[in-house]
Every structure is written in structure tokens, then in C-alpha cells.
């Protein structure tokens, strides 16, 4: 049984560990005739590569990503697309206590309960190092969808947000926590400074918007955009929960409040509000589709936590290595990725069943 593919026409296979050799992903599904190279997909891969500030993990990969089939003449051509990313900075001596005993929070216990055995090195296949293969397959996604526009940004780290009245798309950017408010970026350098130097880590939200969806996209049950949304983002490692829309914020107002009145316009209704996040009935409308997104703390902290061993017995343990002190901040370019294999895979659905 494999559970390491998403989507459904528009389809992706990711393989590959933290501390292999590389990791990478299958795209099959994507049209013929499409302009791709190495070099369509690198921008998304710097944006999610660490080691570019103190402010995420030290780890230094350059994360070049290969394409080994499915192009040819520059071209896509219909065949599965397989993308390769080397791993070249692998600490592997980092984890000798973690084959020892479980990180709380973590994987291991879990995974060990389910297979019987674990890739200690980093996570193995549950570390976050796999979600560079979901970028690298996102990029090719966005050339299915070149009238849509997908922008993502944190909105909140460690409980303190960014205030929307000050919301500048061109500071995203311009900062190494993807935030759209100068004076929340400026707070939160001491606010993660703080937790790092405490040994400790802080949970973040992610909001990604797609712009250019037309109304028609997703489906009434089985592939609702909004489930396959959620089902994408909860897929990533360390998020806990999805908001569309308002999302729980709806659950405090009134059918009225929580309404998107419509007025008419040129060819197409005009809303005066998006509670709904661009999705009623499980099909897109026409607006911004909008997603929420949380982070959970980093698990891998230098805080001696109490645990077990493998064989059952108590002890303490802290994570030694490279680490994320706010895993969220590098979430963006996963978020969005996420977002645009889905809108690809949508896309192509709708045009299977309703044709143009």
C-alpha cells in the first residue's frame, strides 16, 4: 500500500529521506508542451532553504533541484517528471541519543509502534527535509495555473500577529519571516531570538491567498476544494490545524454576519465579503481562495523533556543538531506549494468533467 502520492489527476509522488543520499518527487499528470526547467523551479527552492538567517535552521543545503525526466527540448512532455534534490549536509552523529529513546513530540514513538523500527537520522521520512520535494513538484504545479497568482506570509508568531491595517505585500520579501508588517517582522527578531537562545521554539500561522481562481473549481462531496485544501495542509509536517475563510471566527457570528452578499456584475456576481474564503458548497466562486495554517512549536528543542526509552524505561532527553526555533517561518513555501498542487490537480478534474 503506498500513501506517499497526492492528488488525484494532477499527481505527485514524493521519496526520499532527511539523511539519504537525496530526496525528490515524481510528478505525472502535468500537460505536454509546457516551458520548464531547472531554473522555473529554483526561486521556490531558495525561498525554503535553510540556512539563510539565524532565525531557522543552520543546516546548509543548497537544495539544487535536478530534473531527470519528462522535459525534453525544454518542453514538458506529458511523461512523468521526476525532480532530484541532493542531500549534502547531513549530520547523522547528531542523533546517537535519539536511537536511544523517543523525542517527545516528535515521530518516533509512533512511527516505531507502526513499522516496528525507525530512521532515527533526522526523522528519516517523517522529518520536515521531505517537504523540499513538495516545493520542487509545487513549482511545476504553478505552470498548470498561470491565471492563478499565489502569495503566502506568516501572520502570527509565537501568539503575537501582524496588523492587516499595515499589510505591505512588497515586505514579504524583505524579511527573513515572510511578513507583510515591518513593525511585527521588527518584533518578532527578539520574540524567536529569545526562544532560540532559551533552547526553546514558538508555533507560527501561515495564511496563503490564490488570487485568479474562477468560479467552478472543487466539487459538492468527495473533492471538495475546501477538504482537499485542508487534507493538503494537514499533510505538512508540524501543522495542527487549517482555517478556509473565517474558519472558527464563523462559528461567532450570525448566518447574516457570515454571509458573502452578491450584487451584479460584468459576466459574474460582485461579493461585498469573502467570509467563505472563496468556497461555497465545496466549489470555488470566483474570490480569493484564503487559507489559514498552524505551525506547532518545533519539537526539537535543547529543554531536557522527560520520555522513554526504546525498551521502556524513564529518562531525559533534548534534541542535539540544527534546528528550526520557529518551524512556521519555512512553512511558507511549503503552504503555497501545497496550494498550487491542489488548484492544478482541481483544474484538470474540472476540465475532465465539464470539458474547456
Known sequence: MSL????????????????????????????????????????????????QSRFTTQRQEPDQVRILSGVFEGKTTGTPISLMIENVDQRSKDYGDVAKAYRPGHADYAYDAKYGFRDYRGGGRSSARETAARVAAGGVARLVIPEVTIIGYVSAIGGDAIDMAKFDAAQ???????C??????????????????????????VECVATGVPAGWGAPLYAKLDAELAHAMMGINAVKGIEIGDGFAAAANTGEGNADPMRPGAGAPQFTANHAGGIAGGISTGQPVVVRVAFKPTSSILTPMPTITRGGEATELFTKGRHDPCVGIRGVPVVEAMMALVLA????????????
Open 4 to 51: 506517499n502520492s497526492f492528488g488525484h489527476v494532477f499527481r505527485f509522488t514524493t521519496w526520499g529521506e532527511s539523511h539519504g543520499p537525496a530526496l525528490g518527487a515524481v510528478v505525472d499528470g502535468c500537460p505536454p508542451g509546457l516551458a520548464l526547467s531547472e531554473a522555473d523551479l529554483q526561486p521556490f527552492l531558495d525561498a525554503r532553504r535553510p540556512g
Open 172 to 178: 514579504i520579501a524583505a524579511n527573513p519571516f515572510f
Open 180 to 205: 507583510p508588517d515591518a513593525q511585527a517582522a521588527v518584533r518578532w527578531e527578539k520574540l524567536v531570538d529569545d526562544a532560540r537562545k532559551s533552547g526553546s521554539s514558538l508555533g507560527a500561522v
Open 345 to 356: 490537480d482541481q483544474k484538470m478534474l474540472h476540465r475532465a468533467q465539464c470539458g474547456g
